[in-house]
């Protein structure tokens, strides 16, 4: 995983990096939470990667050519990228610090090296990681999706525990056992993250002047 030199300035928009093992469960979690709370956006990655069953470019991915991912990377253009399973992904830099300043909550799905990074980046990101409650159920689901050859889901395995003994690096951890509970675990996780002093405050700065006008001086200036 590799990042530019550019660090974004905060907003009061939130910024939420969600990392999980394939097969955890994470884009479904995400799009049902996302069918709850319609004005947070995903974070559209760029990928070298073939389109999976059901995905189009532009809505799950951005799907361009390892020549064309290398050329916008070597003119700076990724906030981050990383190779992981042979394939290449990167996220946008000048999107993301524009939809946060425009006061935006993002998702951001990347791999666990990636959001490290970007949580350097961007300090008041939320770190989320997203486990099954098994690796057992990891290699269910796996299966059960069709989508993989056994020596991919063996891969996946392996990576998953690799994965796994990174969860202690973000603030939050989600087991995804039951559908409709981790749902609701994440989607109050989104619902609190707009609560944060900062974030008020840089939406509403008048009615701080007024209400906590040594708290907001005094947090202004760090």
């Known amino acids: 995983m590799n990042k530019s030199a550019f660090a974004p300035s905060p907003g009061a928009g939130s910024l939420f990096v969600i990392v999980a093992p394939s097969g955890a469960g994470k884009t479904s979690l995400v799009r049902a939470m996302m069918n709850e709370r319609p004005a947070v956006e995903l974070s559209i990655s760029c990928t070298t990667r073939a389109p999976r069953p059901g995905e189009s470019d532009g809505r799950d991915y951005w799907f361009i050519d390892r020549a064309e991912f290398e050329q916008r990377r070597d003119a700076g253009e990724f906030l981050e ?20 300043a425009a006061g935006k909550d993002i998702v951001l799905e990347i791999d666990w090296q990636g ?97 906590f006008p040594r708290q907001h001086a005094g947090r202004g200036s760090r």
């Open 81 to 100: 990228w990383a190779e992981v399973h042979g394939n290449l992904y990167g996220t946008s830099r000048q999107w993301i610090a524009s939809r946060i």
């Open 115 to 211: 959001a490290v990074q970007v949580q350097q980046l961007f300090p008041d990101a939320i770190g989320v990681f997203i486990a099954p409650p098994s690796m057992e159920t990891l290699r269910e689901r796996l299966e059960r999706r069709g989508q993989d050859s056994d020596e991919v889901i063996e891969r996946r395995m392996t990576a998953a525990r690799g994965e796994l003994d990174q969860a202690h690096r973000f603030q939050y951890v989600i087991i995804n056992q039951e559908f409709a509970t981790a749902l609701q675990q994440l989607i109050c996780l989104v619902d609190s993250a707009g609560l944060r002093f900062e974030k008020q405050q840089a939406r509403e700065p008048n009615l701080f002047d007024r209400l």
